[in-house]
């Protein structure tokens, strides 16, 4: 009975660090996804302002001339007013690509959260894992002495090694967020 138990408990343990970890691999590349779209759109942003500000210089400078040709006048507004859209659609660009990275963020955090309330069941899971107790059971079952009803994930090695792996890649490289990466 204590067998079942234990097999059923590892099973829970099996199914919550699953689900959490593939949370956080998801949210990471989310994350990074929106950083890039964000970096990208950031840059276009300082890019267009530096048009701009060309623009308006050439805009007042074209002023200045004003009386001495029309025509000028008249390209140098045009150029002002073309700078003036492509700096607004940029800052648009700009403020999307910021609320898209501050959802990722929260959807990584909420993950590595998940992931954090999972880790003393990867722990349970490693420590039966490696133990004897995980090879009686293992063996136990190969002879049929577990109940057909039994959840067996957790006696299946590739299942285990596999998701314990992950963990391992995980822990490895996932690093809290700095400031700067905020």
């Given amino acids: 009975m204590a067998q079942i138990e234990r097999i059923t408990q590892m099973e829970a343990y099996l199914e919550l660090a699953t689900r959490a970890i593939n949370q956080l691999t998801a949210a990471i590349s989310h994350h ?93 899971l490693e420590d039966y894992y490696t133990s004897h107790q995980w090879q009686q059971d293992y063996e136990a079952d190969e002879a049929g002495q577990l109940p057909r009803h039994l959840k067996r994930g957790v006696l299946a090695q590739d299942t285990l090694w596999d998701l314990l792996a992950r963990n391992n890649h995980l822990r490895t490289h996932l690093a809290p967020p700095t400031n700067q990466q905020q």
């Fill in 32 to 124: 990074s996804q929106a950083r890039e779209a964000y970096n990208q759109a950031r840059e276009t942003y300082y890019q267009t302002r530096e048009a701009y500000i060309q623009a308006f210089d050439a805009y007042n400078k074209a002023f200045d001339a004003y009386n001495q040709t029309r025509e000028a006048n008249n390209q140098a507004y045009e150029t002002y007013n073309q700078a003036l859209d492509a700096y607004s659609q940029a800052f648009d660009a700009y403020n999307n690509a910021s609320d898209s990275l501050k959802k990722a963020q929260d959807t990584y955090l909420m993950a590595l959260e998940t992931y954090q309330i999972a880790i003393p069941a990867l722990k349970a």
